[in-house]
């Protein structure tokens, strides 16, 4: 816990998606508690959506003072065509302020995972989860929305089938692309971070990627793999079992 807490103060996020949070009075109790604790400033707004997990590993958001959540937009009862809930999460759509008053929108997931149940099953669900992905985020386009971010675990790489609708076939622009971004030299985000690994995304409209001053991976609350060391760890991880998460934390840097 204290890692995960190193990790949120390190990366000096503004706006910050939270993956897995069990409720939001757990996450507002660990950003007062645990962060205050480590020395951090606690977020000023924190924001989670009950979703369709039995498991209560929901997504979120944190956002520092003078970034409001202001509307929030659940997508939790969405169908599929056989009548069962699209998302594993959801896919809540949250509308921030900055504080130059722009808007910024931002749409967190978790996406189905590639384990528990069949293959075939498994890359449809994701399939059909990206593709409803894809329509939030146009709709919002359409509406007149122009700095978005659709982000979070996708659970499968940026080659892959399910990921077309999102990677492919709409003008989102993946931060790793961008010639500021510095990926560590490791192409992943997960586990040892190969490039079979990168499963974490930001996905920005084209507004927010045109603006992007600088990026990368943050991973020193992450295990490095001990043959050889990947990279530099907090000095309190010492065992696999203490890292803050085996993923890592994906940033930009972009003024609006």
């Not at 500021?180 to 985000?189: I, K, N, Q, V, Y």
């Amino acid at each position: 816990m204290h890692n995960t807490a190193r990790v949120m103060i390190d990366v000096k996020a503004d706006v910050l998606g939270v993956v897995e949070a069990e409720s939001r009075p757990v996450l507002a109790a660990f950003n007062k508690e645990i962060i205050g604790a480590m020395g951090g400033t606690p977020f000023r707004h924190v924001m989670v959506i009950d979703g369709n997990d039995e498991r209560s590993i929901d997504v979120g958001l944190v956002t520092r003072d003078g970034y409001p959540i202001g509307m929030m937009r659940s997508h939790v009862d969405d169908q599929d065509e056989k009548g069962n809930p699209l998302f594993s999460r959801d896919c809540p759509v949250f509308f921030i302020t900055t504080p130059t008053g722009n808007p910024l929108v931002v749409l967190v997931n978790h996406l189905k995972s590639k384990g528990y149940g069949s293959v075939t099953a498994n890359n449809a669900k994701r399939r059909t989860q990206a593709e409803r992905i894809k329509s939030i985020y146009e709709e919002l386009i359409a509406d007149g929305q122009e700095n978005i971010a659709v982000i979070g675990d996708l659970n499968d790489t940026p080659e892959s089938a399910p990921l077309m609708p999102l990677l492919t076939d709409s003008d989102l622009k993946d931060a790793f692309a961008h010639p500021a971004f510095d990926d560590g030299g490791w192409p992943g985000t997960y586990g040892l971070c190969n490039a079979s690994n990168k499963i974490d995304y930001l996905l920005l409209s084209p507004a927010l990627f045109e603006r992007i001053e600088k990026g990368g991976l943050f991973r020193r609350g992450m295990w490095p793999g001990s043959r050889p060391v990947r990279w530099e760890v907090y000095e309190e991880l010492k065992r696999k079992q203490d890292a803050g998460s085996d993923h890592a934390a994906i940033w930009v840097d972009i003024d609006i």
